[in-house]
């Protein structure tokens, strides 16, 4: 059974009988159902009977539901109401449009709209570069989805894809002050995706890919890459690359051993898979399979997609054409970016001693990181309820905080790697453990140490490239002539 979660998080509004015993009467019966409590808050008391609000954490709706039967079966105790607390954090949406600037008076409007705009646009128009330092361009980047490949969902559509979305529109303006917006489109037509962002572009400083599912996202972020002038992030792709390779720096710490002589087993080629190996190729891995539904890819196989064939010629050097867990069998570390369940206890024991499993299927694992953690002596996942949290929201709002910082227009491979160095530096050595490889998502210097070193990264390709970067500084103010 699956360990309570705050994802499903519930509060139980119950009226029970006035007594010293009643809370913790219904606190037994909540932990008996196995349910994990968080609050017990007494809203009323009256001379016959209690109002409480029990607040816990449960697996599931059909686990709410029982922990609703166990009180309800209490004599004298009554549940009134049940609420879930996720869906009442979306109510409504979770971002709103707020100014920055004050109007007080005719002549705060004067400037802020008609007629003092008209000679900003007029100013823009003569020279359109000043739009990334007089407009929200400067600070905002677009949040493109098309619901194709949503978290561990699949293809749920673009309303459905929202609430995603925002949610990562409210991280970037959490940990790194980027103002993000979600931009969910109705077409699944790649051309057509790639048309409305480029239509859309003079809006944004930059734009982040999300859930789109692959191939397509190679071919439309590749493509918008040639044709903007804005720097194009496919998160799944790099943001999970970039913190992949810096949790993996730490967990070899840990074990002692070496990135380019451990075997490692990637499950799952899509998006994150290919540039998981395309980043810790890059870095130095020679002994990496990688693993889809079918098994492992190979060189004796032929491919239709050119990023398979790329995995198939670059990786897997004795031809193993087994499967996933054939392939796990002395292997030194897996990485799942793939689906649930699609490995179990016996293939973590067959795995070579001191072995490394980051299960990062969302939001359930590839395998339950408490087995995982019999045999293992480094387990992560994606989740936010387990130790070693490989979370993408370590990287991506620093990351597009130094973009914007540095004004850059392109992303290379040495500011992915610049990034993921930043994270894995945020442990110290006297902290670093089989518990603690990576920082907390809330540690609130990496957002700035990624920017830092992103846009450190960006100057030096800016240098080499013999140009130089387009950003004003944080304090620039134009000034007309």
């Known amino acids: 059974m699956a360990n309570p979660s705050p994802g499903n998080s519930i509060t139980l509004r119950v009226e029970a009988p006035s007594s010293f015993s009643a809370t913790s009467e219904l606190a037994a019966a909540v932990g008996a159902a196995g349910a994990a409590i968080t609050a017990l808050d007494v809203t009323e008391s009256h001379h016959e009977t209690l109002v409480v609000d029990v607040t816990c954490n449960t697996t599931d709706d059909a686990h709410a539901a029982r922990v609703k039967d166990a009180l309800n079966a209490l004599e004298g105790v009554s549940v009134q109401h049940v609420s879930d607390r996720t869906f009442l954090m979306h109510l409504g949406g979770k971002l709103e449009v707020?100014?920055?600037?004050?109007?007080?008076?005719?002549?705060?409007?004067?400037?802020?709209?008609?007629?003092?705009?008209?000679?900003?646009?007029?100013?823009?128009?003569?020279?359109?570069?000043?739009?990334?330092?007089?407009?929200?361009k400067r600070n905002t980047i677009a949040v493109l989805t098309d619901g194709s490949a949503v978290l561990g969902l699949g293809n749920i559509g673009p309303a459905a894809a929202l609430p995603v979305m925002e949610g990562k529109a409210a991280l970037f303006k959490q940990f790194a002050n980027v103002d993000a917006w979600p931009v969910c489109l109705d077409t699944q037509d790649t051309e057509e995706i790639i048309m409305i962002a480029k239509a859309m572009a003079p809006v944004y400083g930059g734009i982040n890919l999300e859930d789109i599912a692959a191939p397509r996202c190679f071919e439309i972020e590749n493509r918008l890459r040639e044709e903007l002038d804005i720097p194009v992030f496919h998160d799944d792709q790099h943001g999970t690359a970039i913190v992949t390779l810096a949790a993996l720096v730490n967990a070899l710490r840990v074990v002692g051993k070496k990135l380019e002589e451990v075997r490692i087993v990637v499950s799952g080629v899509g998006a994150a898979g290919s540039a998981i190996i395309q980043l810790l190729k890059a870095q130095g891995a020679q002994h990496i399979i990688a693993a889809g539904r079918s098994g492992a890819i190979h060189s004796g196989q032929e491919y239709t997609d050119e990023h398979r064939s790329w995995i198939a010629a670059n990786t897997n050097e004795e031809g193993?054409?087994?499967?996933?867990?054939?392939?796990?069998?002395?292997?030194?570390?897996?990485?799942?970016?793939?689906?649930?369940?699609?490995?179990g206890e016996d293939q973590v024991a067959s795995m070579a001693t001191d072995s490394i499993v980051?299960?990062?299927?969302?939001?359930?694992?590839?395998?339950?990181?408490?087995?995982?953690?019999?045999?293992?002596?480094?387990?992560?996942?994606?989740?936010?309820?387990?130790?070693?949290?490989?979370?993408?929201?370590?990287?991506?709002?620093?990351?597009?905080?130094?973009?914007?910082?540095?004004?850059?227009?392109?992303?290379?491979?040495?500011?992915?790697?610049?990034?993921?160095?930043?994270?894995?530096?945020?442990?110290?050595?006297?902290?670093?453990?089989?518990?603690?490889?990576?920082?907390?998502?809330?540690?609130?210097?990496?957002?700035?140490?990624?920017?830092?070193a992103v846009a450190h990264a960006a100057g030096n390709a800016a240098s080499a490239a013999g140009t130089q970067a387009a950003a004003p500084a944080a304090d620039a103010v134009y000034a007309a002539p």
Do not use: W
């Open 358 to 452: 980051f299960a990062m299927a969302n939001p359930n694992p590839e395998i339950d990181p408490v087995v995982a953690a019999r045999h293992a002596a480094v387990v992560a996942t994606g989740r936010s309820d387990f130790p070693n949290q490989i979370n993408n929201v370590l990287a991506f709002p620093g990351f597009f905080r130094g973009l914007l910082d540095a004004g850059a227009s392109d992303i290379t491979p040495e500011m992915l790697v610049a990034a993921a160095e930043a994270i894995a530096n945020r442990v110290a050595d006297d902290e670093l453990n089989a518990s603690y490889i990576i920082p907390s998502v809330f540690d609130p210097h990496v957002a700035a140490d990624v920017a830092t």
């Open 98 to 136: 707020v100014p920055k600037v004050a109007l007080r008076n005719r002549d705060d409007l004067s400037r802020a709209y008609t007629p003092g705009v008209a000679r900003v646009c007029m100013a823009i128009a003569e020279d359109p570069a000043l739009a990334r330092n007089l407009t929200v």
């Open 320 to 343: 193993f054409a087994g499967t996933l867990h054939e392939a796990l069998k002395g292997a030194d570390v897996f990485i799942g970016v793939s689906a649930p369940n699609v490995i």
